[in-house]
């Protein structure tokens, strides 16, 4: 899967300041959050060696402040780091000094995240407000990195303002696995500027509330998209994100307090797509992973194992009036089922080789790796296809023996609501040891 560490360890050496990862946090989603809660799931963004969240907040008239104070609190309790993205796509453009305002207000905290002694500022969109950067970054001293991805590039570079570019481009096109050539495009035109370069497992949403319903190619993405970062080596990664429920690219633990946006007064989406369907184990090698990112080395402590897949093949049920791309983007859009595989998508941190065999309800798939790491040590990912119905096994065996098994949700050909759900249905389970010889079985439970 993953380069060399002394190659990793080669391309790294040109960079002065440490490589930071975060996780894109929709602040707008915990307005019942307590303290407690925020100090919950930074532990968990700890334990997975994500360095902040960057927190995404709405123009909402200051009612982002509550729980920007908690935010806080809970990370300076623990030692972790935040910093803004003003999100001025979701209620319109901020007012110049309300920017200055919160960026001052928070910006000397000791839980601000910081790029070479400034406060590190990012946005989604906004370009139509460039003009208001010289000032802010004038009255506030802040690092000024935004996702400008409407304007491409280029098109950002030239507004002339910005010390650095996050792309929002982490997802592909139709019917095709992602690529690095957006990534390429902005480490070219930024001609040494610091990149920031997105992550994220999937893509599905429908929200007819905000005009939202298609999906992009998830598949294999998550696996695919650690390795380009490593052939990438950007100066940041942003996983996109840890809870957006809406767009189904969460990583964080189900959380129905922050549903709000599946109703009918919201989102007005025809089911809830994101509950019981568990993505946790996509946590579960981000310590190798980024560990790997950023030295160009990492230990496995435990064999582990994570698979995901959806619930019903793609032709089951209606597609719900989903789209593969979106029209709205100006893409040609494709039959969904054209683009979302029907397939059981693995992968495997393991010190050696394994073998992987996938049971569908009474149907057993001998796997095969199609990706293998050099040296036999790292993370092995491949896929089966739907073959058969019920409930799901993985398991990985060495020299005949069971190291792990997942016990998973079903496959079936039956949808909530006669509706297909799109979104990913995610496994996992981690060995007793490092290469144990003891087999480990766990069941995923829908928190």
């Known amino acids: 899967m993953l380069l060399l560490p002394v190659v990793v360890a080669l391309m790294s050496a040109c960079h002065v300041q440490a490589k930071a990862v975060f996780a894109h946090f929709m602040l707008d989603n915990v307005g019942s959050w307590t303290v407690a809660n925020w100090q919950r799931d930074i532990r968990l963004a700890q334990d997975s060696h994500i360095d902040a969240f960057a927190l995404n907040f709405a123009n909402s008239g200051g009612g982002y402040a509550n729980q920007m104070a908690n935010a806080f609190s809970a990370a300076n309790s623990l030692g972790f780091k935040l910093f803004f993205s003003f999100d001025y796509a979701a209620q319109g453009a901020f007012a ?10 928070y910006g000397s905290n000791g839980a601000y995240y910081k790029y070479n002694g400034k406060p590190f500022v990012s946005t989604f969109e906004g370009p139509g407000s460039s003009g208001d950067w010289n000032a802010i970054k004038s009255q506030t001293g ?122 009918s007064n919201n989102g007005k989406a025809p089911y809830n797509y994101a509950d019981n369907m568990p993505h946790d184990g996509w946590r579960q090698f981000l310590p190798y992973v980024i560990d790997m990112y950023k030295n160009g080395k990492a230990s496995i402590s435990a064999e582990g194992l994570v698979a995901w897949y959806r619930n019903a093949p793609g032709s089951a049920c209606s597609d719900g009036g989903t789209t593969g791309n979106s029209a709205s983007q100006g893409q040609q859009t494709y039959p969904p089922a054209q683009v979302a595989q029907d397939k059981v998508f693995f992968s495997a941190l393991l010190t050696s080789y394994a073998d992987v065999t996938v049971t569908i309800g009474s149907t057993t798939q001998t796997g095969t790796w ?71 079985t766990s069941t995923s439970s829908k928190a």
């Open 96 to 105: 110049q000094q309300e920017v200055i305002n919160v960026i001052n207000q």
């Open 142 to 263: 802040c690092f000024f990195i935004p996702d400008w991805s409407s304007l491409g590039a280029q098109g950002a570079i030239n507004r002339g303002v910005v010390d650095g570019l996050f792309s929002w481009e982490a997802w592909p096109t139709g019917p095709n696995d992602m690529t690095t050539q957006p990534d390429e495009s902005y480490k070219s035109a930024l001609a040494g500027k610091p990149y920031m370069m997105p992550v994220s497992p999937w893509f599905f949403t429908n929200l007819p509330g905000y005009g939202k319903n298609w999906l992009w190619r998830g598949d294999d993405l998550w696996f695919d998209r650690w390795n380009q970062v490593m052939t990438i080596q950007p100066d940041f990664v942003e996983i996109l994100t840890w809870n957006d429920w809406g767009e189904s690219h969460y990583i964080a633990p189900l959380d129905p307090s922050q549903y709000g946006l599946f109703n």
């Open 370 to 440: 199609r990706n293998t790491p050099s040296g036999g040590s790292g993370i092995y990912h491949g896929s089966v296809p739907f073959n058969g119905r019920g409930a799901v096994t993985v398991k990985i065996s060495r020299n005949g023996k069971l190291i792990m098994q997942m016990n998973g949700d079903s496959i079936t050909d039956s949808c909530t609501n006669g509706i297909e759900n799109w979104n990913a249905y995610v496994g996992n389970v981690s060995a007793t040891s490092p290469g144990s010889g003891g087999a480990s």
